[in-house]
């Protein structure tokens, strides 16, 4: 089975930046995907890493080590509206449409 | 493209009572999800279609969920009979790759 650990909850202040750990363990790999959620909002794609290193979508960054089964978000220049919860989430072999979801780290952004 | 679109966004209904939820997909995507959401439970996937055909329904929690996807544009989750545990917000999404899926907005279940 598959299963994702990320820490329940990060706080930081406006212009910091934060990184958001996720580990998994997964009988078969095939990439690490960020979702961020508003409250009462829905889940929101931000990235998708299937190879190691970083990958940059502006203020938004994701890292991936296979080999460490270990990826993290990392959010720069924060704002107040990067408030929100963030969840991994990696794909269930041997149905790859599945996706299993993290619990979830939820963000508190200060001014 | 409008998005994942369901229906309705908010009900609110009485123990015993039948539920049908209703989700269109983006056009094109193949596989639609549906999803409940607790702050106990977290983010549970109930049930996902690809092509129309159900793949996996293993996460469905018992006999009173049903879903069905008569055709490619259109998807209904069904409580029958609802029960007060069941309250939550039911997600549903749909992916044209597997590792990208778009959500809809969801609904909001109150069984009281």
């Known amino acids: 089975g598959q299963s994702l650990e990320q820490p329940s909850e990060v706080t930081a202040v406006e212009g910091a930046i934060v990184q958001i750990n996720c580990t998994y363990q997964?009988?078969?790999?095939?990439?690490l995907s960020w979702y961020q959620q508003h409250d009462g909002g829905a889940p929101t794609f931000l990235s998708y890493?299937?190879?190691?290193g970083l990958e940059e979508t502006g203020r938004f960054s994701s890292f991936l080590s296979r080999s460490d089964s270990y990826g993290y978000l990392l959010l720069q220049e924060l704002q107040m509206k990067d408030s929100a919860s963030y969840f991994c989430?990696?794909?269930?072999?041997?149905?790859?449409?599945?996706?299993?979801f993290g619990t979830g780290t939820r963000l508190q952004v200060f001014p | 493209d409008a998005g994942v679109i369901q229906s309705p966004r908010h009900e609110v209904t009485e123990m015993g009572q039948e539920v049908t939820l209703r989700c269109k997909p983006i056009?094109?995507?193949?596989?639609l999800f549906w999803y409940r959401q607790t702050m106990m439970r977290g983010l549970e996937l109930l049930i996902y279609?690809?092509?129309?055909?159900?793949?996996?329904d293993s996460g469905m929690p018992e006999d009173r969920f049903s879903a069905k996807m008569p055709n490619a544009s259109f998807s209904t989750l069904k409580i029958q009979p609802s029960e007060p545990r069941d309250s939550a917000v039911y997600f549903c999404?749909?992916?044209?790759?597997?590792?990208?899926?778009?959500f809809g907005p969801g609904t909001r279940l109150t069984v009281l």
């Open positions: 279609f690809n092509n129309n055909v159900p793949i996996d």
């Open positions: 890493n299937a190879l190691d």
């Open positions: 997964t009988s078969g790999f095939y990439g």
């Open positions: 999404a749909s992916s044209g790759l597997a590792d990208t899926q778009y």
């Open positions: 056009s094109g995507h193949n596989s």
């Open positions: 989430a990696v794909r269930d072999p041997p149905n790859t449409d599945k996706l299993i």
